[in-house]
């Protein structure tokens, strides 16, 4: 293990579900696990769209709600559009339009902070069984 990767001693349980954490001091953010970013930097995710409908988004299985399915990254999304471009089944592709979010990283929390204490308890309760 090289010096500068002192993420790796952060607790199983944060590396686990990559929660944001704050960038560790000689730790670069390309170092970083899962993607985590810091307060302050930008991330951009994407969403297909109805343009019919434009409360509905695309789920990963085909179908439509409210919500959708997310794309953390721009290859994602144009691959499961090409795989629908080649898709045995006709997809009509011609109602989908692409919205694109930046979302800021306004503040980075600690998992005792976020998580009940009565759950926290419980959970670290099993850790000693």
Not at 35 to 54: A, D, E, F, V, W
Not at 57 to 68: L, T
Not at 113 to 120: F, G, T
Request: proline share 5%; glycine share 6%.
């Amino acid at each position: 293990m090289k010096e500068n990767d002192n993420y790796n001693n952060y607790p199983a349980l944060v590396n686990f579900i990559c929660i944001l954490v704050l960038i560790p001091s000689g730790l670069n953010e390309s170092k970083m696990p899962c993607g985590l970013h810091y307060p302050g930097s930008n991330m951009i995710y994407y969403k297909i769209r109805s343009k019919k409908n434009p409360d509905m988004f695309r789920k990963a299985d085909g179908s439509w709600n409210k919500s959708g399915k997310v794309y953390d990254t721009l290859g994602k999304l144009r691959s499961t559009l090409t795989n629908n471009m080649k898709s045995y089944r006709s997809v009509d592709m011609s109602d989908w339009e692409v919205v694109e979010y930046e979302v800021l990283v306004k503040e980075v929390k600690d998992l005792h902070l976020v998580i009940k204490p009565e759950r926290l308890l419980e959970y670290l309760g099993k850790q000693y069984d």
